[in-house]
């Protein structure tokens, strides 16, 4: 079983700047996207980015202040995040979704890996 782990998260003020990293083990199927969400308290989990090959995407309440980026090589992904907002505090989940075609079957793999997710908390 695939594992995913983020890193990078903590207290920072308003205004700052953080980096999350998130590290997906290797795989017999390969790492298609790798994304951000997170979840403040007493809300539900949003989507803050995805990166898809060269594609990027983010939610609008970050675009501009935050950039993903994705080393393919080494399945790892970074949010740089800043003017960090007091409304961005939540806990960062990375989800990477792993696809390939079983050898043996010649069935289609298609699944994502979820991380436990890093505090990040922003103080005025």
């Known amino acids: 079983q695939e594992r995913v782990v983020e890193s990078g998260g903590g207290l920072v003020q308003a205004g700052g700047s953080l980096r999350l990293s998130c590290t997906a083990d290797?795989?017999?199927?390969?790492?298609?996207?790798m994304a951000w969400y997170r979840q403040a308290a007493g809300k539900s989990r949003e989507s803050v980015a995805f990166?898809?090959?060269?594609?990027?995407n983010y939610t609008d309440s970050v675009k501009d202040r935050f950039i993903i980026s994705r080393d393919h090589a080494k399945n790892t992904a970074t949010l740089q995040m800043n003017s960090l907002k007091l409304e961005d505090t939540a806990i960062y989940y990375c989800?990477?979704?792993?696809?390939?075609?079983?050898?043996?079957?010649?069935?289609?793999?298609?699944?994502?890996?979820w991380g436990q997710g890093t505090q990040v908390t922003v103080s005025s």
């Open positions: 290797e795989s017999p199927f390969r790492v298609v996207a």
């Open positions: 990166v898809y090959g060269a594609f990027t």
């Open positions: 989800k990477a979704t792993y696809s390939g075609i079983n050898g043996l079957t010649g069935t289609l793999h298609r699944y994502d890996v």
